[in-house]
């Protein structure tokens, strides 16, 4: 039955259907599609990480047996319009604009850089096909570091910029700087490196694009965290208007920031179908993934902190490099620093505030946003308090509690501006010093140490815009969520929304909210997604989907009900306002026994028997604009024991104090929090995407790019704070990439503690077990 589905959407007998029973992958990956006549799509690589591109011979490959076309960059370049990224014209990325092509022509400028490409009837005919493409490279110098970047000696990736600068260097003060550090009682300077790794999603990137000639128009089925983006993507390099492309998603392996919009292999594969006229389908091997799909997090903060005798953390001034890999347009990393610097003092009291900032470009994959792209500010600043605190001779908790701005009314703000109302960082904290018991933890400590054993316990703290207070109201492409909803003639709640679950469960609980508010059983509400011909514009990402989406659709609910109460008193002769609709029945109030069933009145009003003068139609369009909005946050702490001999660590217990505002799946919550700590365990104890000197990528397969599993994650406890409602009625907040963000510090910090008989000091947040060695080395030998 799935593939006779596919079939209604594909070729000829293409359908603009918006019945959601039938909507095209539900419950399916893009690698089940399977369409009549379907190719297969592999791309022929680059070994080097930088070279000119002198020649590509594909006669031999063309020849192959069952290979039905080869494309060069220059052949696509043929077949398509050059555009912008869909997503940074979203966000209105400003600054110098690499100019480079969909496969590369002129020059590669990464290991595994697309060259050509090869359709065949099967992928491994298409592979096959790939090792006969016979390219002539000549080798530039690699630009692998963000230093060489900077050099204004170093061979330039992209010709048109002059340079390896991707966003150039910024300032910005808030409050007086110079004045905070000038009283200041110390000034304490610190380096602070955070290493490359990935998203490493279950499933890679992948499409299959279908160009219909009679028509004149292409259907893309896609893992995408948003139809809408991919759609603009792939309309903009075809020239083709938007409504000539049709996006469909269904089941989506994981994403985590890294599928949003269309990649340049996936709008390669989009213009080999329309010049083949036939499907083409491309689904990345675990290889692909890790060597080019995308990566993150490289940056380098310098940083100087100004702080009182008594532990009062008064300002900071950052300077921070983002390594931005090769291709910056499609990426975030020009972007990311004016998150980090928006975010950067957290719950607490800064008087003042440096930034300055630079983006570079090297020959490394793209980096691409990741769980929380920022999440550097809070590492950076939890380790600041940490080590500003071991100085001192402070308790970690006590220095965090001395520094958090009170809860006020009105509210204290952040030095960057952004009022901190509802946050409860106070309570967190004081939860998490109940639940672990530091000084029974020290006695502990203190006997395991004797013994020769090394336990640690660290604590990290953070918030999180999710919205976030928006005094200002809603700005830009993404400052509102739109929803359609209707009551079908089965009494079927239908909610059409933009957003593309990956792994977040909104089926279960928009479905949830609108069931709730509107009156009706959860068995009795669809939630339509994944296809971009019927559901609005909407992207899954930034923790907002809780909030906006949800809040549409308690809105979007009770608009629909008040209408379907509207026609409903028609049909009852009644009082709209008398009536009321609960368990998905309509009755009079006081009167149960003259209840008639939703999908009664559903189907009365698709009957057709009305005249224009009742208003059947019942559906309706709804706009939320976030409300009062508000932060999640929360203190999470780590028991972990380090053995000096191996350098191996263990997590030995791990407690997480979280407020996401009311819960409306609890189940679903702690999903989020607990996948967000593992991804975040496996980054300081495990993950790193590694390149040589010469720029080749050292981490392609799970040998080499080290994953957590079940034996490195402990039993994490979840405790919840639901203290502050801001709004009347919209007080959940997203609650997907605070563990990623505030884990990686919360480790390290108990991995400090853990060593500091041996008198470490931890400035790194990759901390395998070669690095701890290294690290208890230097400093018995007092490097």
Known sequence: ???????????????????????????????????????????????????????????????????????????????????????????????????????????????????????????????????????????????????????????????????????????????????????????????????????????????????????????????????????????????????????????????????????REELAVAAASRHLGRPVKWVEDRGENLMVSGQAREESFDVRAAVSNDGDLAGLDVAVVVDTGAYPGMGMGAMVPDIMQAMLPGPYKLAALGFESTAVITNKATYVAYRGPWASETFVRERVLDLIAKDLGLDPVEIRLRNIAARTDPPASMITGRPLVGVTTVEALERVAQLVDFPAFRRRQAQARAQGRYLGVGVATFIEAAPGPRPEGPDGALGSESMRLRLTEDGIVVLFTGQMPHGQSHQTTLAQIAADEFGVPFEQVRVVVGDSDVVPFGLTGGSRSATMTGGVALHGARDLKAKVLDFAAYLMEARAQDLLISDGNVWVRGDPASAIAVSEVGRRAASGQFGADVDAALEVEATFDGGEGGWSGGTHCAIVEVDAETGLVKVERYVAVEDCGALINPAVVEGQIRGGIAQGIGAVLLEKSAYGEDGSFQSATFMDYLMPTTCDIPRIEIEHLETVPLDADVNFRGVGEGGMIVAPPTVVNAIEDALSPFGVRIYEQHLPPARILELIAAADSGQ
């Open 1 to 263: 039955m799935a593939e006779i589905v596919a079939e209604r959407y594909t070729g000829a007998s293409i359908k603009r259907s918006e019945d959601p029973r039938i909507l095209t992958g539900a419950g399916r990956y893009v690698d089940d599609i399977k369409l009549p006549g379907m190719l297969h799509a592999a791309f022929v690589r680059s070994p080097l990480a930088h070279g000119n591109v002198l020649s590509v011979d594909v006669s031999a490959a063309r020849a192959l047996p069952g290979v039905v076309a080869v494309l060069t960059g220059a052949d696509l370049e043929a077949m398509t319009v050059p555009g912008p990224d869909p997503l940074m014209a979203l966000f209105g990325a400003a600054g110098p604009t690499p100019e480079f092509t969909l496969l590369a022509t002129d020059k590669v400028r990464l290991m595994g850089d697309p060259v050509a490409v090869v359709i065949a009837e099967s992928r491994y005919l298409a592979e096959d096909g790939c090792e006969l493409v016979e390219v002539d490279y000549d080798d530039l110098p690699p630009v692998v570091t963000a230093a060489f970047a900077l050099d204004p000696s170093s061979p330039p990736l992209f010709a048109n910029l002059g340079d390896n600068i991707a966003r150039p260097h910024s300032r910005n003060e808030f409050g007086d700087v110079g004045s905070t550090f000038a009283n200041a009682d110390r000034v304490i300077d610190f380096h602070i490196d955070v290493h490359r790794h990935q998203n490493v999603p279950m499933e890679g990137r992948g499409c299959v694009a279908s160009w219909d000639a009679d028509l004149a128009a292409m259907t893309v089925y896609a893992a995408t965290q948003s139809v809408h983006i991919t759609r603009t993507g792939v309309a903009t390099r075809l020239g083709i208007e938007p409504d000539k492309v049709r996006v469909l998603a269904g089941d989506i392996g994981g994403s985590f920031g890294l599928k949003i919009g269309a990649s």
